[in-house]
């Protein structure tokens, strides 16, 4: 199998602009989750998509977007990006909902200026 | 979001067994007990997970308490590729993982 995939693994973008994130999720998940990770602290949990809606959200405001698609993979949009968006974006993939463990990928670095 | 406390950070020697606790006073019958770690550099890895019984994998092993407010992460033989942030997670029969700030686990050659 081969895991979790994201693209790109750094990007730096000016304050203002907008980014997408992308990631492909281990074969045969179909449940795809991002967080978002500051330097130093937990991640924190942004939106999962289920079977291409979205099905739970975090305490993020709605300039975090994102896009599942029919073979899974999944995007994340982020408008007008500010200077607290500089952070660690992670995907992660499961087989189904409910109880189960996560695949993470190894993350897209975010750096604003 | 149901609350869990680790210690800040544990020491290990490599070989020996490593005993991570982890409280949660406040955990609710339907929370299920997760373990990711995260090595430097890396996305978080999934570890282990239970409800009730102690739950065993290649891995590590899963101690959880009677009362199930405290349970135990086990790793049997410490490696230097063990040295890692662990997080313990509640989590309902939902969606999100909900990482607090974890331990950090130093291996000692």
């Known amino acids: 199998e081969t895991g979790v995939t994201q693209s790109p693994t750094h990007l730096i973008k000016t304050r203002g602009q907008q980014v997408t994130l992308r990631c492909s999720s281990q074969?045969?998940?179909?449940?795809v989750s991002w967080y978002q990770q500051a330097l130093g602290q937990g991640p924190q949990f942004i939106f999962q998509?289920?079977?291409?809606?979205?099905?739970g959200r975090g305490n993020f405001p709605p300039r975090f977007s994102g896009l599942q698609f029919p073979n899974y993979s999944s995007e994340l949009n982020v408008n007008a990006l500010e200077l607290d968006d500089s952070a660690l974006y992670l995907c992660?993939?499961?087989?189904?909902?409910?109880?189960?463990?996560?695949?993470f990928g190894s993350g897209t670095r975010l750096t604003v200026v | 979001d149901a609350k869990t406390t680790q210690p800040n950070s544990m020491e290990s020697n490599e070989e020996e067994p490593v005993h991570l606790p982890c409280n949660h006073s406040?955990?609710?019958?339907?929370?299920?007990i997760h373990w990711y770690r995260q090595l430097p550099s890396q996305g978080p890895e999934y570890v282990i997970h239970g409800l009730t019984s102690n739950v065993n994998n290649r891995m590590a092993s899963l101690a959880i308490a009677e009362d199930r407010k405290s349970s135990t992460l086990i790793l049997h033989r410490a490696t230097l590729r063990d040295a890692a942030v662990y997080y313990c997670?509640?989590?309902?029969?939902?969606?999100?993982?909900?990482f607090g700030a974890g331990t950090t686990v130093t291996v000692r050659a």
């Open positions: 997670i509640l989590r309902p029969n939902d969606y999100k993982l909900s």
């Open positions: 074969s045969g998940h179909n449940t």
């Open positions: 406040t955990i609710s019958g339907t929370d299920y």
């Open positions: 998509y289920y079977r291409e809606e979205e099905n």
């Open positions: 992660a993939s499961s087989p189904r909902t409910g109880n189960y463990g996560y695949t």
